[in-house]
Structures are given as C-alpha cells and as structure tokens.
C-alpha cells in the first residue's frame, strides 16, 4: 500500500503519516513490519519532496547541497514557522519561539528581512540594497511550508 500517493506537501504528508502511525505502530497493536514500511514511504517521499525543490534547471546544486538542505529542512518542517527556499538559502519566517533551535542548525538571523537564513555556512557581513522581493526575483522562490493561523 502507498500511503503517501495522494499527498502533494509536507503538511499533507505529516498529517498522513500520524494517522497510519497510530494505527501500525506496535504499541498500539498493529504489525512492526506494516510500520516500518510506512517509515520508508514517509522517508522516501520527504527525501524526494525536498529534492524537487532544488530541481531548477536554470541552478546546479550539488548532490551534497541537496542532502545538507534535505536534512536541515526534515529538522524544521514540524517547527509552526514560514519556510521559503531563495536560491540557496532557507529562510524561516515567524519563527522567534524557535530561535535556539534554529542557531543550534547554523541558522542566523536577518535584521533586514526580518528571517532566519541558512544558507550552510556561517553569517557573512554582505552589504546590499537588494530587498527580500528582490533576492526572490533574482534567484527564484519556493515556499516550502507556511504557518497554520489558528482561531481561538
């Protein structure tokens, strides 16, 4: 059974898979061999959801790029946080409550755009005019996850 073919995000994903792992977990009465294969499902759909994002002709990335943004992104994806991947860079928006976590993945934070920003090495001082809307221009712009608002 392909328990993620019809998801088409990470949030959909997410959400998929706590459902099936409540019911296959072996804790909970189901069978350890049906859980583990919703592990794989669940991991290989991550692996390929986050290599599509860098799946830009006009860009090379590296083999090694992918994995290392791959990682940091299955780290962050459960944080409630705005995630957008700019060029090479991930930046999470709206996300004060997870500032340690975020420095603790080599995250900085950006007075001007107003994010923390991952770009795989440390912060360089970089003095440009260029605005968010324009890094997005220039480089291209993929929204990988957006923050749920929630009504009380």
């Not at 957008?84 to 928006?93: D, E, H, K, L, R």
Request: charged share 35%.
């Amino acid at each position: 059974m392909n328990y993620f073919k019809e998801c088409k995000d990470f949030t959909e994903a997410k959400k998929v898979y706590k459902t099936f792992a409540k019911k296959l977990h072996p804790d909970c009465g189901g069978n350890e061999a049906d859980f583990k294969e919703l592990l794989k499902q669940y991991d290989d759909f991550m692996n390929f959801t986050t290599s599509t994002i860098f799946d830009d002709s006009e860009k090379e990335y590296s083999a090694e790029d992918i994995v290392i943004f791959s990682n940091i992104i299955k780290k962050i994806i459960n944080f409630d946080i705005d995630i957008q991947v700019i060029g090479t860079w991930i930046y999470a928006f709206n996300s004060y409550a997870y500032k340690e976590n975020l420095k603790e993945l080599d995250f900085w934070f950006s007075k001007k755009h107003k994010a923390w920003i991952f770009n795989g090495s440390k912060k360089r001082c970089i003095r440009t005019k260029n605005t968010l809307e324009d890094n997005k221009k220039e480089y291209g712009c993929k929204k990988v996850k957006s923050t749920t608002k929630r009504i009380a």
